[in-house]
């Protein structure tokens, strides 16, 4: 049987999403703009040359147990001693601030930030940023150094 499928319209973030707390919390040197590398989100650009160092943060939202998180792309994993894992979830972006609006680079040469944890609370780190370069973290460039530092992780990637 040949059925006609139909994707459902996928919703494209536009600047009049973003609540007012984030747009007035944006640093001096970057603006929100379409994402280059996700067409249907905002990303972070650079509007003058970034050096490397730069630290932005920290990553705010809510948090919860990761049975509570209904999607992974607005938030990051933390383990707190008396807790356990527990996600910084922005997916609302009323919870979040302007560090959620960057994205995953597609490859490890598009990548100029990347994650740091200091006290249980994400940081991004800036490598060098170009005018109007878009901000971006790469996942496989994390996910190494996580395999790399976590023995248990590296297994099961291995296996």
């Not at 008396?82 to 490890?108: F, H, Q």
């Amino acid at each position: 049987m040949n059925q006609s499928t139909t994707d459902a319209p996928v919703a494209v973030e536009t600047l009049d999403d973003v609540p007012e707390h984030v747009l007035r919390g944006l640093p001096e040197d970057v603006r929100l703009f379409p994402s280059a590398v996700d067409k249907t989100r905002l990303g972070v650009w650079a509007t003058k040359s970034i050096l490397k160092g730069k630290k932005f943060g920290p990553f705010v939202g809510d948090k919860k147990k990761r049975s509570q998180v209904k999607s992974n792309v607005y938030m990051w994993e933390v383990y707190y001693p008396n807790l356990g894992w527990m996600c910084v979830d922005a997916t609302d972006p009323e919870k979040g601030n302007w560090l959620r609006y960057i994205n995953w680079a597609r490859s490890g040469k598009e990548q100029n930030l990347f994650p740091l944890e200091i006290n249980r609370t994400i940081y991004y780190k800036s490598l060098k940023v170009s005018l109007a370069e878009q901000l971006l973290l790469c996942y496989l460039l994390l996910l190494i150094l996580l395999i790399l530092l976590d023995k248990e992780l590296f297994s099961y990637y291995l296996y």
